[in-house]
Each structure stands twice: as C-alpha cells, then as structure tokens.
C-alpha cells in the first residue's frame, strides 16, 4: 500500500517557540491531505484539510493563525505550530488520500508526530 | 452531521476468544465505512472498509465486519484473538465521492489476555 511519513517523529520544545511538522507522500502524489490532532486516550479530531496550491479548510474552533499548514507539492504538507503552548502538547497525525487512478483511492496515514511543550 | 459511537471503551479477551467491537453510526446517505488499528504511539492501519455490494467485508489480519443499514451498524469480529490483537480500534464514517472527510469514533482499546 502507499505510504505516508511525518518528520520528527517526536519533538520537544519551549513555550513560545514554532515547531514545524512534514507529512510527506513517499510514492504516490496526494492534492488532500490531512492533519488530525489526538489526546492521550481519546479520539482523533480533524484539525484541518490541506489542498496542494491553496489555502488550509480548517475545522471550527481550530485557529488558523496558530497551526499554519502549507501544501506546496504533490507530496509534501507541514503543519507549523506556532507560538506554542503545554496545552498544544498532542499527537498529531497527517493522512492523504492517493488520486483516482493512482492505485486504491483511499486515505493513508502517517505514523504521527509527538509533540511535547514544556 | 456524520457521527460513530462506539459503546465499549475498553474490551478484554482471552487469546483464542472471539471478539465483537461494537460500532453505530449516523450518516444522511450511503456512508462509506472503516475500520482501523492503531497501536501504541502509532499512526493508523485500515483494517476494512465498506464502500457497497456484499455486507460482509474480510479484512486484515483476519478481521471481518458486517454492514447492517437497519441497524446503523458496523460491528468488527475475529473469530479467534491473538496477544498481537491488542491495541486501539476505531470506526470511521466518511461519505462517497471526492476527498470526504472522515469522523471517527471514540475508540475501543482491546486487552487480550493469555
């Protein structure tokens, strides 16, 4: 099946600083992806969807200004947190879906990226 | 809106004992269904999914789900559980056509003991 990375993996970082996160396509060109935010125990939550050369559709109640998402390829969308928070400590998950005729057209996820704020 | 309600927060079995995850979901049309795993500090692997034709899907690993429209359904099974079953388990509904987004529910952490 296709696969989807995230880069780090992990992350540790101060309150206030900007910590970015890659989700990447790694064999097949994705136009929509995905990021989703997951609490300890709980479900994942759809932050925003990332369309390739335009805007992020963030969900209500996510605030664009804070998670800025950039899809300026065919297989790469990053996910910026800024100024961030010990409340923005979560794992945060990306998902893309493969284009119709490219293989099954369906949505794989990435392995998540751990972020922690101290 | 589209919603999954998946009632049993945290299932324990024995290996070798068949398993039942429970799954409802609500969705104004046809909707398009799944099934996925995900272990501990792990992204997510589609187990099954139903998009129409036969109500009985096979998945991975050994896994089945039935599509019951009448009841809003979509209950996972596996006949016998293995130790390396043990993880979380969610639903998910999304609907046809396009890049729709999917809800998923609450998850179900499934504890196999020996």
Known sequence: ?????QHPSRVICKSGTSV??????????????????????????????SNEGSKATYEQGVEKDKFLINHASLTLSTLTVTSAHPE??????????????????????????????? | AQSVTQPDIHITVSEGASLE?????????TPYLFWYVQSPGQGLQLLLKYF????????????????KRSQS??????????????AEYFCAVGGSGGYQKVTFGTGTKLQVIP
């Open chain 1, 20 to 49: 970015k996160i890659e989700c990447r396509s790694l064999d097949f060109q994705a136009t929509t992806m995905f990021w989703y935010r997951q609490f300890p125990k709980q479900s994942l939550m759809l932050m925003a969807t």
């Open chain 2, 52 to 67: 129409s034709g036969d109500t009985l899907v096979q998945g991975i690993k050994g896994f089945e789900a039935e599509f």
């Open chain 1, 1 to 5: 099946g296709a696969v989807v990375s």
């Open chain 1, 88 to 118: 923005d400590s979560s794992f945060y998950i990306c998902s893309a879906y493969t284009i119709p005729g490219q293989g099954d057209y369906e949505q794989y996820f990435g392995p998540g990226t751990r972020l922690t704020v101290t």
């Open chain 2, 21 to 29: 995850l429970r799954c409802n979901y609500s969705y104004g049309a």
């Open chain 2, 73 to 86: 359904s979509f209950n996972l099974r596996k006949p016998s559980v293995h130790w390396s079953d043990a």
